[in-house]
């Protein structure tokens, strides 16, 4: 074999050397892709479910302060479950904008681009929001529910008759509050802060992560 001969040959076997390794890369990138998609599944699911619990949350305090006009106490507590309930939707929607916008054929640096918008948002937004929220808004929903029993009792406005009452459910709402606060200094502290902010970003969102690291691994091998 003369010499071109050989180097046309090495020249051709490494074409095709240069293309299984293309067509490996690219079969290890869409079971990846795939898994990520599916992993990422459950999230938009939970997303769904947020919503349609927002939903009820905000038609409940409709309903509730619409027939409390004449009581602007009730009709406050109506009003502060209707925005809990509104803000669970726009979060929700806000989270699932955030993964349709991910292009699973795009590069890697580019989706672990936003996948980290999408941490950073229910890392540094959603939960400390939710976490504030969720120790207060107990407070209202649990007024109404009196309020449904004063109701069926005929009485048309016990607010004047146990102002106690709602001082002391105040009271303990700011006492959430500060348990919260005391459990997440705490927690910064004994040097979790990590562990604490991969499960606000959510067990969807570290198996992405995860998957996308090991795809990076392989193409740069």
């Known amino acids: 074999m003369e010499l071109d001969e050989m180097k046309f040959a090495w020249q051709a076997l490494d074409r095709r050397l240069e293309q299984q390794h293309a067509l490996n890369v690219q079969i290890f990138r869409d079971s990846r892709m795939d898994r990520m998609r599916r992993g990422l599944r459950s999230l938009v699911w939970g997303q769904g479910a947020q919503i349609a619990l927002g939903i009820g949350v905000m038609l409940w305090g409709v309903a509730f302060w619409s027939t409390h006009t004449h009581i602007w106490q009730a009709m406050a507590c109506g009003i502060a479950v209707q925005v809990f ?16 916008g991910i292009d699973y054929a795009a590069p890697v640096l580019e989706i672990q681009r936003r996948l980290a918008t999408l941490r950073a948002w ?38 004047g008759r146990a102002p106690g009452l709602v001082l002391w459910m105040v009271l303990c709402g700011f ?16 040097g979790h802060r990590r562990w604490l902010e991969n499960n606000f970003a959510g067990r969807s969102v570290q198996k992405a992560e995860s998957v996308l690291a090991e795809l990076k691994r392989f193409e740069s091998e």
Do not use: K
Not at 85 to 100: D, E, K
Not at 175 to 186: I, K, M, N, P, Q
């Open 85 to 100: 309930g509104i803000l669970t939707i726009i979060f929700s929607v806000r989270v699932l904008s955030l993964l349709q």
């Open 122 to 159: 229910r890392v540094g937004v959603e939960a400390p929001v939710f976490a504030v929220l969720g120790s207060v808004v107990w407070i209202p929903v649990m007024l109404m529910l009196i309020q449904y029993d004063w109701d069926r009792m005929g009485y048309a406005d016990w607010w």
């Open 175 to 190: 006492v959430s509050l500060a348990v919260v606060g005391l459990a997440y200094g705490l927690i910064r502290w004994a």
